[in-house]
């Protein structure tokens, strides 16, 4: 085997709209938003754990969307400080965006008005000083009513991006309002946080008759997660470049300077050792490929291997344990442990938000019902007896 780019994994890095790289899967997400979306129900509020794949999931919907709307994902975390974002900034950004969509990738007609408008915008998200003619809020419904009055489908989704990301607080129901201050005609799918989507806030975010969508990590334990553990070996086949080959013995047959037996025994070494991966990894493709590309990472320091063994996976496993344990704090693992497999009613509002949003507590599906279980890794964790009850 020749040398491996662990790099190409990128775990942090959600996938674009329409990317090569994305894993069609059978109910996803992705797929569940773009059909509310064209049964007409809006807002579609979204949440899950962190590395669920959220992101990735938005554009998949935004692709899904394009033919029948002006779908315009707007990744606010990718530009924005979360911690500092305010309405009239978080406006700006999407008039922009929305903008850019219409003008150079839609090609629509729009004004003199609103493309004079919408050059301003950019000089201000660029550092300019500029003076606008009209507040944000009017400024971006303008570009929304023109932009659905020009476009071919008639209609305009806004998905929003990285709002799951601002802290507790004031500021965040500002945002929100925000939000509730564009026109009814617009749809929204919005990534929000835990703390919205539970608890006195959850009742209305944005607009009453709004929708939850939970993104939840995939199911990869026994027989039920056979389907969920394919989705995990395609995306990191995808990421690689490799074909399926790759992780099956059975298809090795010729090879040159080893026997066949022993080639079949190294396909099957390095698919066990994905199948570890995938089991530690809790369902989580962000803790999936950050298993493997921090092993590869350990295989290439110690040996200058292309592919690591299982030590090496073992200690990229305890690096995330270690990153779990840090995330506890007191009280934590009793309350963890009362809550496994009950749906988490009688967890302390806040810790059941902050254990949720980590991916410590993940929500399972068991006979139609959703469960809290423990990730793998966080029980590692426990089962150490470093953490603190």
């Not at 674009?16 to 807002?43: C, F, H, N």
């Not at 659905?148 to 945002?175: A, H, M, N, Y």
């Not at 080959?245 to 026997?259: L, M, Q």
């Not at 030590?311 to 442990?337: W, Y």
């Amino acid at each position: 085997m020749t040398s491996i780019d662990w790099k190409a994994l990128k775990p942090h890095v959600p996938l674009p709209p329409g990317a090569a790289e994305y894993v069609e899967m059978t109910g996803s997400a992705g797929d569940k938003i773009a059909q509310w979306i064209l049964a007409d129900r809006s807002p579609l509020l979204v949440g899950g754990p962190a590395g669920v794949g959220k992101s990735t999931e938005l554009a998949r919907a935004a692709e899904l969307l394009q033919p029948d709307r002006v779908a315009c994902l707007v990744q606010l975390d990718r530009f924005e400080n979360m911690r500092r974002l305010t309405p009239d900034r978080m406006r700006l950004r999407i008039a922009q965006k929305v903008g850019y969509l219409a003008q150079n990738v839609l090609h629509l007609p729009l004004s003199a008005s609103l493309t004079n408008a919408l050059d301003k915008v950019n000089a201000e998200l660029r550092g300019e000083s500029v003076t606008h003619e009209a507040t944000p809020s009017v400024l971006l419904n303008v570009a929304l009513t023109e932009i659905l009055r020009v476009s071919k489908q008639g209609r305009l989704t806004l998905l929003i991006d990285g709002l799951e990301k601002v802290p507790q607080g004031p500021e965040s129901l500002d945002l929100f309002a925000a939000l509730a201050s564009i026109h009814d005609e617009v749809e929204l799918v919005v990534v929000i946080p835990w703390h919205a989507a539970f608890g006195p806030q959850a009742e209305t975010v944005i607009r009453t008759g709004e929708r939850f969508i939970a993104v939840r990590a995939l199911d990869v334990e026994g027989d039920a997660g056979e389907p969920g553990r394919e989705v995990l070996r395609k995306i990191l086949l995808q990421r690689l470049r490799w074909p399926e080959e790759e992780f099956n013995p059975d298809a090795v047959v010729g090879t040159v300077g080893a026997s066949l037996d022993q080639a079949r025994a190294r396909v099957a070494a390095r698919r066990n050792l994905v199948n570890d991966a995938i089991r530690w990894s809790g369902g989580l493709p962000r803790v999936f490929l950050q298993l493997l590309a921090d092993a590869g990472s350990y295989a290439k320091l110690r040996r200058s291997d292309p592919w690591p063994i299982v030590e090496d996976l073992n200690d990229a496993c305890a690096d995330q344990v270690d990153s779990f344990r840090r995330l506890l704090l007191p009280g934590d693992v009793n309350a963890i442990r009362g809550a496994a497999g009950t749906i988490g009613s009688e967890l302390d509002l806040d810790r059941k938000i902050r254990l949720m949003a980590h991916g410590i507590l993940l929500e399972r599906v068991r006979d139609g019902a959703p469960v809290l279980a423990v990730h793998p890794l966080a029980q590692a964790a426990f089962d150490a007896g470093s953490a603190h009850a």
